[in-house]
């Protein structure tokens, strides 16, 4: 009887395991990316629900805000589609960072609820960092206006 049990619990905790993303490892590489590419990644990964690797997109300072906010792409698209991504123009936010870069996105979304943006078309303008010459790039803001 305790080998039945042993195996019937060995099971469930492999099938409880099975289809989620919690913990899974980055299905993207983003340490040889471009500033342009994290963006694509970030956007295309919140399109497809790749939440891992969207919040790996955004640097440590913002992951948690935009991850947890009841507006954020994280918890309020429902849809994201006709994604494009400009080339990143060399125009800084803080100055803190190694290098700081702009990107703008244009995209489509749905929104679950209409909290700080209604559905349709968007514009947001993306600030990517490098904290030192050999780091990632990572998102260090997102907004609606420079």
């Given at each position: 009887?305790?080998?039945?049990l042993?195996?019937?619990?060995?099971?469930?905790t492999?099938?409880?395991?099975?289809?989620?993303?919690?913990?899974?490892?980055?299905s993207?590489?983003?340490?040889?990316?471009?500033?342009?590419?994290?963006?694509?990644?970030?956007?295309?990964?919140?399109?497809?629900?790749?939440?891992?690797?969207?919040?790996?997109?955004?640097?440590?300072?913002?992951?948690?805000?935009?991850?947890?906010?009841?507006?954020?792409?994280?918890?309020?698209?429902?849809?994201?589609?006709?994604?494009?991504?400009?080339?990143?123009?060399?125009?800084?936010?803080?100055?803190?960072?190694?290098?700081?870069?702009?990107?703008?996105?244009?995209?489509?979304?749905?929104?679950?609820?209409?909290?700080?943006?209604?559905?349709?078309?968007?514009?947001?303008?993306?600030?990517?960092?490098?904290?030192?010459?050999?780091?990632?790039?990572?998102?260090?803001?997102?907004?609606?206006?420079?």
């Open positions: 009887m305790k080998k039945i042993g195996l019937v619990l060995m099971v469930l492999l099938i409880s395991g099975c289809g989620t993303t919690t913990g899974a490892a980055k993207v590489d983003l340490s040889n990316l471009t500033a342009t590419q994290v963006v694509e990644t970030y956007y295309s990964s919140i399109a497809t629900g790749d939440y891992a690797t969207a919040k790996d997109c955004l640097s440590n300072e913002i992951g948690q805000q935009y991850v947890n906010s009841p507006d954020s792409d994280f918890k309020n698209i429902k849809r994201l589609t006709d994604l494009k991504v400009s080339p990143a123009a060399p125009i800084k936010l803080y100055g803190k960072n190694f290098d700081e870069m702009q990107v703008t996105a244009e995209y489509v979304a749905e929104f679950k609820k209409v909290i700080t943006s209604n559905s349709g078309k968007q514009f947001r303008f993306i600030y990517v960092g490098k904290k030192e010459k050999d780091s990632p790039w990572k998102i260090i803001s997102i907004g609606t206006g420079p």
